[in-house]
């Protein structure tokens, strides 16, 4: 029962959730499952996300599964990317695995994941696990201010109002 070597319950954690009541501005690191149900206008990097019905984001999303029932504007780059009848996407999407409903409007287009991507996406999530293992740290909250220079590589432009940074316990 409180088994040291179990190390599937950590990953099957509570999913970190942002409620249909709340916006968020700011971008979105997490270890585990994100469900968003409100609105945020930021980057997602997770290992599975699911935006709720009444969910929105604008920004690109990083995953290993992304589940869609609202909208996204903005690209999305997963393994494994489901699209509900509900779902409407502004923006491109790179994937190993696709599914749409009948009635999911895309506007944009579809690009296969190369496979070396699809490696190191689980070696990036794998390598931030260690880290957070490493460290022991629970979560981490940054605030950065914003900058007044825009750089042309979205991965180096951190700028914004803040940053969050959820660490799976």
Known sequence: MFSKGNKTASRRSTPSIIGGDCTFTGDILSEGEVQIDGRLEGDVRCRNLVIGEQGSVTGEISAE??????????????QTVAL?????????ITHDSLSV??????????NRLPSE???????????RELARSSAGQQALLT????????T??????HS????VVLLGS
């Open 65 to 78: 599964a992304v589940n869609v029932l609202g909208t996204v504007t903005g690209q999305i780059t997963a």
């Open 84 to 92: 509900a009848r509900t779902a409407r996407i502004l923006g491109d």
């Open 101 to 110: 409903e009948v009635g999911a409007y895309v506007e944009g287009r579809f």
């Open 117 to 127: 991507t699809t490696s190191s996406i689980a070696a990036s999530l794998a390598e």
């Open 143 to 150: 605030s950065q201010p914003e900058s007044d220079t825009a």
């Open 152 to 157: 042309s590589d979205k991965s180096e432009d």
């Open 160 to 163: 914004g109002p803040g940053k």
